[in-house]
């Protein structure tokens, strides 16, 4: 019997390594990618540990190589779902009696398993199955990857180290116990180091998961069930179900023993699981978890006291960087007039000097957005934009999709604060900029906090701090995460905890205690020493 009480340090958070010319990473890379890019991968449904086909398939292709397949995957049928539900609820019990030191070793082991024996691997598979750049896809996975399972050991030991106050004649402590039915974790295409926390944090928490990846996110997701299996996570803990999302959040929201759902994804998806909830509150046994991070209309908000270099820069950076397809990307910017003349010129040297390619090719800042769904919607907002007497293209406006998914970097300018793609959701490589009068400064903070139904990133830039202050409170609502004289994207797990409300979340910030809490079931335990012999109180007498 191990009695050991043990506290885990602090993590360091992984280094980004720079894929430099010459580098050995930049060599390595390039093989993974070949090996990857040369081999269709196949891709089954993964329950209590055992591979399972159906005659249901699809595939994968690469969003900037459409005609190239990377994988065949299987899908699965309302039978495989309720089979994983069962398989779970078997698991649970023994996952759940671990100790939780043995369940945090699993998660380091996954950690140590990524940063270095698989490193690589899994950075090509995001970079080909997902379109990004090597910086962002070394960012995503490994690097958040492993910090979400070190800091998230980390902040599980204070959890479970938070105790109530005892006296001497009694004994009171806090047992956290895990849900009791089993968590569904439908995650997104454009972060693998999410996906991977969606799951793994319940987990980590002595909880089962059913785990519904995106389709077009499926290699690197793959990659990493098997990388779990290998660390030792337990057959059953985790459930890898390709497949449709309507037909697994069908059978899961009707089961009794639907414990919660952890989300990353639209908002409108997010408020359907919502209804089917509701709709089937009866039929469980205990109150769902319902966590989500979903949609962003993500501000830059200038003050004319600024520096024009580093405004343009968080535009170019924080709107561009993997073609906008983050929660976080800036979508919108308010620049005031009498700086936007240098501001538009910065960017539109930056815009003129940007490649736009294939994800193999290294020189490239820009790749392809993630499928033909997401690249027609982008076209239709320049579309609008160009036929629009409210908006006016300033830069780029175009897009190919003959090889690949490519949308030119584009930059709107917006006549009125109100204009369609100022107030809507893009998720693509899109800015739109209003230019207000400096006088306006206050007046179009407020626009800003009214614009959007969203809350989930923002930026305030200005070197005069009482301006920065105004603009921090009227605004410290519209934004889960604010940055000062930043892009508004870039959280970094233990440093910025991240998430949003309104209609961007229920706020319970990834990468911190406040969401490992959330996939719990406290339970307070007292133990009385010598407990009471009468029930009469002192007080309880007819003398005086």
Known sequence: MNNTIFTFPKPANEPVLGYAPGSPERKEIRKALDELYNTVTEIPIIIGGKEIRTKETGTVVMPTEKKHVLAKYYKVTEKEVKLAIKTAMKAKAEWAAMPWMQRASINLKIADLIAHKYRYIVNAACMLGQGKTTMQAEIDAPCELCDFLRYNVWYASKIYSDQPASDARTLNYNVYRPLEGFILGVTPFNFTSIASNLCMSPALMGNVCLWKPSTTSLLSNYILMKIYKEAGLPDGVVNFLPGSGSLIGKVCFADPDFGGVHFTGS?????????????????????????????????????????????????????????????????????????????????????????????????????????????DNCMKYIENAKKSKDEEIVFGGTGDKRKGWFVQPTVILAKTPNCKSIREEIFGPIITVYVYDDKDYEKTLHLCNETSPYALTGAIFATDRAALMQGYDILQYAAGNIYFNDKPTGAVVGQQPFGGARASGTNDKAGSYLNLIRWTCPQCIKETFDPAHDYKYPFISSKE
Do not use: L
């Open 267 to 375: 908002t409108e998806t997010f408020k359907g699981f919502w209804r089917e909830i509701g709709k089937n509150i009866d039929v469980y046994k205990t109150y769902p978890k319902i966590v989500g991070e979903t949609g962003g209309k993500d501000f830059i908000f200038v003050h004319n006291s600024a520096n024009v270099d580093q405004v343009a820069t968080a535009i170019v950076r924080g709107a561009f960087e993997f073609q906008g397809q983050k929660c976080s990307a800036a979508s919108r910017a308010y620049v005031p007039k009498s700086i936007w003349p240098k501001v538009k010129a910065e960017v539109g040297k930056m815009i003129k000097s940007i490649k736009v390619g294939d994800v193999r090719d290294f020189s490239a800042f820009v790749n392809a957005v993630i499928d033909e769904k997401s690249f």
